[in-house]
């Protein structure tokens, strides 16, 4: 058992009506926990996972909190084994540990009770919902997501501030002065994407923690209409920007040469620490393939007949439809016409797929899904990150209360995200013929010519977010207070 298959967990509770204890074991070396944090030198307590068995009938996976270690001398107590797993790369200062169970008793009372308890006979009462255990689990990633874009704003501050003060090669025609170094096309071109990026970022993140709110209040009412749909969103969003954030990283890192090697600079020990959220709080292929099966049976229900929530599918009751050709240049440059693209990408790329996996041939539908298409299905969920993501972003924009100009401008930095994500993934779109080879060029020139017209503005898109220097950590290169020349 693991974090994707949680009722395949081995360690077991067993309840001895006796003695009113619970007999925690590890079976087999499979069932020893591995990863938690501070578990391998620090907690002195912990909340266990195991398979309840009472009478010999398992009753599923519960949660139990107890003292894994001596109060007085912090060695682990009599029936358990902890130890460090030992270095790693990313986070290397959290302390991860093992932990396994021998003939380990713990009162009935261990038992976590909100959902479930267990009387002295032995007879289990559940109470409540335990699907609202899984809020937390949503919290977590919309968590990630949102202290995300403040990383990568972080990062991009000191970048701009170091690229506008280092100067490499007297290129500038008619003068022996070397150049900054911000003044070439392919570091700008680098810059404006990942502060284009992190605003959408950003603005995909709020609606995400806002949406989670929603949420939360009407669980409070017995009301979970709202987290299965939501869980998809973020289990989207979550593997398609930490990816993208590693990437983002490693870019501002290569525009600082030799100094973004240092831990001075502090940008490495940002990539150290940030990347393992690719992997923790669920894989990205696993949250892709989760994603693009809920997606399916979306499409399903819309073939039915039954309506879908335009919350969390706002493209889903047009996908059986996908019509209407864009015409000129002037429409492609539109910031919805751009969103409208990727739409219909997403609509060919579902009803390709539903159509490949459910058509009758020698394979089977197990067999489609994991060996032929998982490719193509976690394509079709990173592509319901990005159109989720440009849609929230182009929406946004009107309702915010700045002006004329800012308004311009965050328009133009959306659409350098859109136009580059449409390059990434309208290939669909592309060869079904609703875009044509010349105005994909023109897509990309458009892209060119917003990344130059952004330039001016750079610095105060970079430091809009108002990042502190604690945040930063960088005493290699500029502070907040400093100046540009």
Known sequence: GHGSDVQGL?????????TEEFIINSPSVKAYKFWPGDLGKMANHAVVFAKMIIKGEAYGIHAFFFRIRDSESHTPLKG???????PKYGYPYKDNGYMAFSEFRV??????SRYVSVSKDGMI????????????MLWIRVQLLFFGWQVKFSNIAQCVRYTLKRKQFKSLPGTDIERPIFDYQATQDKIVSAICYSYANLTISHFCMDTFYKMEEKVKNEDFSMMNDL??????????????????????????GGHGYLYLANIPGWIDAWSPNVTLEGDGYVLFQQTSRKLMKKLKAVAKGKSIDKTFYPYMD??????GLTESDADIRETHKLCEILRVAISYELLGLSKNLTKEDQHSFDTKWNKIYQVELANLAKLHAVYMTSLSFAD???????????????TKVCNVYITEEIMKFAQTALLEGYINGEQMVNIQNYRTELVESLKPHVIALAESQVIHDRMTQSTALSGYDSDYA
């Not at 398609?240 to 490693?250: A, S």
């Not at 047009?318 to 019509?323: A, D, F, K, N, R």
């Not at 946004?396 to 965050?410: A, F, M, R, Y």
């Open 231 to 256: 869980h998809v969103l973020i289990s989207s969003l979550k593997a398609y920007c930490m990816d993208y954030d590693m990437t983002t990283l490693y870019n501002l890192r290569e525009l600082q």
């Open 125 to 136: 009462e559940l109470k409540g919902d335990p699907r609202i255990g899984y809020a937390t």
């Open 107 to 112: 009162p009935r009372s261990a038992i976590l």
């Open 10 to 18: 081995e360690t077991e509770a067993i309840y001895d009506e006796a």
């Open 80 to 86: 358990i084994e902890i130890g460090d797993i030992g």
């Open 318 to 323: 047009q996908v059986l439809s996908v019509e």
């Open 396 to 410: 946004q924009i009107p309702s915010l209360s700045t002006d004329k100009l800012t308004q311009e401008v965050l």
